[in-house]
Nanobody, 127 residues
Framework: VQLQASGGGLVQPGESLRLSCAAS????????MAWFRQAPGKEREFVAG????????RYADSVKGRFTVSRDREKNMMYLQMNSLKPEDTAVYYC?????????????????????WGQGTQVTVSS
């Protein structure tokens, strides 16, 4: 499975951005996709995840109420709508997928749960 993330950019605090992630190749119907981010000098952290059926969605506490993850199964796309952006949201954002097998929801926040990663897209929030 190949992933291609896009949509990053430079915005001011309080503005919005929408990231997209396109998946190609063979995927498992029950897979989970997620967004992670990594700021300079920090570890990669979980942002949001959603299963392919839309039954389960999880968010990091730092983005709850501001970010929304969605998926389009027919198009093999995942999106991250980011509203009310803050300077601390500045990071490289990565999309990830577990393309085979299932992952329990409690493990979604671990980068080790995913077997394919996109190249990352830079989001900078600054006035």
């Amino acid at each position: 499975v190949q992933l291609q993330a896009s949509g990053g950019g430079l915005v001011q605090p309080g503005e919005s951005l929408r990231l997209s992630c396109a998946a190609s190749g063979r995927t498992f119907s029950g897979n989970v996709m997620a967004w992670f981010r990594q700021a300079p000098g920090k570890e990669r952290e979980f942002v949001a995840g959603r299963d392919s059926n839309g039954y389960s969605t999880r968010y990091a506490d730092s983005v709850k109420g501001r970010f929304t993850v969605s998926r389009d199964r027919e198009k093999n796309m995942m999106y991250l709508q980011m509203n009310s952006l803050k300077p601390e949201d500045t990071a490289v954002y990565y999309c990830a997928i577990r393309s085979t097998g299932r992952v329990v929801v409690s493990a979604w926040s671990s980068a080790l749960s995913y077997d394919s990663w996109g190249q990352g897209t830079q989001v900078t929030v600054s006035s």
